[in-house]
């Protein structure tokens, strides 16, 4: 069973950082590539940013592009989204998810986290 853990998510103002993990297992972390996806208030879940399961590619939204750096921490087999220059826009609940395939689209996913909070303050 493929589970993963999201935490870092807080309140933050407008210019900050936060950096947010997605902790997995063994198998996981070397078999699947990751991605991050947020759910802003009364919208639809959108792409951040994604990482093939070899760490050899990277993905990103452009909406993030610049501000957004997402990596593998392989002792730890952690993913981070290291997120600078926040802005209230970025607000929203953070998924990571897991594919056999990196993808921009949810429907690529087959496995997802909880969640976590960002706010973003003005």
């Known amino acids: 069973q493929v589970q993963l853990v999201e935490s870092g998510g807080g309140l933050v103002q407008a210019g900050g950082s936060l950096r947010l993990s997605c902790t997995t297992s063994g198998r996981t972390f070397s078999t699947y590539a990751i991605g991050w996806f947020r759910q802003p208030p009364g919208k639809e879940r959108e792409f951040v940013a994604a990482i093939s399961s070899s760490g050899g590619a990277t993905y990103y939204a452009d909406s993030v592009k610049g501000r957004f750096t997402i990596s593998k921490q392989y002792s730890r087999n952690t993913v981070y989204l290291q997120m600078n220059s926040l802005k209230p826009e970025d607000t929203s609940v953070y998924y990571c998810?897991?594919?056999?395939?990196?993808?921009?689209?949810?429907?690529?996913?087959?496995?997802w986290g909880q969640g976590t909070q960002v706010t973003v303050s003005s």
């Open positions: 998810a897991a594919a056999s395939f990196v993808g921009g689209a949810d429907h690529d996913y087959d496995y």
